[in-house]
């Protein structure tokens, strides 16, 4: 077994006998880079500007740090730096944040994403119409129901999952998904048609995934072979790696083959530059 193949599959993973000089490639990667995600090859940043750290109840560090006009800040310096996906939803409050991002900003230069807690027709009817109020957009280009745990979910969810697809075809929703919470509500993900693009939780240490490196990593494999896209999340492990910055980044970089992209939540600009820095170097540090 190589170095890779030992990083790939897990075996011994953990931050403490991580194997960092595997994590080297030919060509650096940057947060930059544009990516084809999933089957309908919507065009975003390799590094999505996430809003929900910590996200939930209508808030999230961000927007309890930053308020209304900094997170939109955050957003449009992301943009004017290249970093032109925004992650939001529902659970985190941040829809008004991207309606003062996009202020100064074009709306088709920025890839947006949004997620939602309906389970049916007219709740996904009354979100989609808030959601895009609230935003100032027409459209959204990645919708995901959020946080898939139940392995039954596509039956719990049938009648949201229908009205997307009919907005879908209206040029509403560019491509939609899910995101999961746990390892059976993934593994349903990719045999579930339905779904275009994944957002999972990948760490090297396993914090706040749906379960160890090795098995996540293999359920990624296969969602990569159903001709899915997949969204990386957790990448910092909700924050708690934060001290470990360069060894999670270079984990997600060398994933690329099961990974398109990730969503990571600065908190402020100096965070962000930090960030977008951090990611070139960790693509080849041997």
């Not at 077994?1 to 000089?21: E, H, K, Q, W």
């Not at 006009?69 to 955050?74: A, E, I, M, P």
């Not at 392995?151 to 879908?168: C, F, H, N, V």
Request: charged share 25%; hydrophobic share 35%; glycine share 10%.
């Amino acid at each position: 077994m190589n170095r890779r193949d030992f990083v790939r599959t897990g075996v011994g993973i953990g931050l403490s006998a991580f194997p960092y000089a595997a994590y080297a490639a030919d060509q650096k990667k940057y947060a930059t880079d544009v990516i084809e995600l999933g089957p309908r090859k919507i065009k975003v940043s390799r590094l999505a500007m996430g809003s929900g750290t910590n996200g939930g109840g209508g808030s999230s560090n961000q927007t309890k740090r930053l308020g209304l006009k900094g997170v939109g800040d955050l957003f449009r310096a992301a943009h004017d730096n290249g970093v032109f996906y925004w992650e939001t939803a529902d659970q985190y409050g941040t829809h008004p944040h991207v309606k003062e991002g996009l202020k100064s900003v074009k709306r088709e230069t920025v890839v947006i994403e949004s997620k939602t807690h309906a389970s049916t027709e007219a709740e996904m009817k009354a979100d989609i119409d808030r959601f895009r109020r609230e935003m100032g957009t027409d459209y959204i280009d990645i919708l995901l129901l959020h946080c898939m745990m139940d392995d039954d979910w596509p039956d719990r969810k049938k009648g949201a999952m229908e009205y997307i697809s009919g907005l879908q075809e209206k040029g509403i929703v560019r491509t939609k998904g899910v995101s999961c919470h746990t390892l059976g509500a993934l593994k349903t993900s990719v045999a579930t048609p339905w779904v275009e693009v994944d957002q999972a939780r990948f760490n090297p240490a396993g914090v706040a995934m749906d379960a160890d490196p090795k098995t996540v990593y293999g359920v990624l494999k296969q969602m990569k072979a159903a001709g899915k896209g997949v969204i990386g999340m957790k990448i910092f492990g909700a924050g708690r790696l934060r001290n470990r910055t360069d060894e999670c980044l270079q984990f997600a970089l060398a994933h690329t083959d099961v990974m398109d992209c990730f969503t990571i939540g600065s908190e402020s600009l100096d965070e962000f530059k930090q960030l977008t820095a951090k990611i070139p170097a960790a693509s080849v540090r041997g």
